[in-house]
């Protein structure tokens, strides 16, 4: 149980297109979920929290018109990453927290790999 | 910053021997995780400690929580070349929020 998905698992753009990343929780309902970002052998930074059916909680240096995040459904955030440009390269990395129960744990999308050209 | 930082950030042993990683974090936390990636793929979650838990196995894998250091270690014992991944901890602060706040990670390699 608790499995995240991801889609795409990579992309590659070009600069000024956006990119849509889907998250996905498959077989449990997730209010919460976060978007984190990590660029080669560097930790996860997260960017955002998203809630269902509220505005996305962006962290500090995040740009919210840039990065834009809808949490439609209890099983589905999109990152969409507008007019990227080559420093937005970087693997996309979501999680979920369960609605009920211990909400101690995320669990974590394989992620999604994004160049920009 | 709030990330927490891990020692050593690399570190290169033998199949067999055993793996200590640390984390040190700033904030007063509710539990703290420690994941396992492997290169250019997701997390996955090894174990939680809690902030009241001192100690934890599971398998393979000892974890220890000092509060009082905000310090926890991951031991691997009798290490696998399968092991070699990277090793981050994530603690949950008290502030009620779910955040996870990542340490700089251990980029382990065990060698057959």
């Known amino acids: 149980g608790a499995v995240v998905s991801q889609h795409p698992s990579w992309v590659i753009c070009k600069s000024g297109t956006s990119v849509k990343i889907e998250c996905r929780s498959l077989d449990f309902q997730a209010t919460t979920m976060f978007w984190y970002r990590q660029f080669p052998k560097q930790s996860l930074m997260l960017m955002a929290t998203?809630?269902?059916?509220?505005?996305?909680?962006?962290e500090q240096g995040v740009e919210k018109d840039k990065f834009l995040i809808n949490h439609a459904s209890l099983t589905l955030s999109t990152l969409t990453v507008t007019s990227a440009h080559p420093e937005d390269s970087s693997f996309y990395i979501c999680?979920?927290?369960?609605?009920?129960?211990?909400?101690?744990?995320?669990?974590f999308g394989p992620g999604t790999r994004l160049t920009v050209l | 910053s709030q990330q927490g930082e891990e020692d050593p950030q690399a570190l290169s042993i033998q199949e067999g021997e055993n793996a200590t990683m640390n984390c040190s974090y700033k904030?007063?936390?509710?539990?703290l995780q420690w994941y396992r990636q492997n290169s250019g793929r997701g997390l996955v979650h090894l174990i939680l400690?809690?902030?009241?838990?001192r100690e934890k196995h599971s398998g393979r894998l000892r974890v220890t929580l000092d509060t009082s250091k905000k310090s926890s270690s991951l031991l691997i014992t009798a290490s696998r070349a399968a092991d070699t991944a990277s090793y981050f901890c994530a603690t949950v602060s008290t502030s009620g929020t779910y955040k996870y706040i990542f340490g700089t990670g251990t980029r382990l390699k065990v060698l057959a």
């Open positions: 400690i809690r902030s009241n838990e």
């Open positions: 998203s809630n269902e059916g509220s505005k996305a909680t962006y």
């Open positions: 904030t007063s936390i509710n539990n």
């Open positions: 999680s979920a927290l369960t609605s009920g129960g211990s909400r101690d744990t995320q669990y």
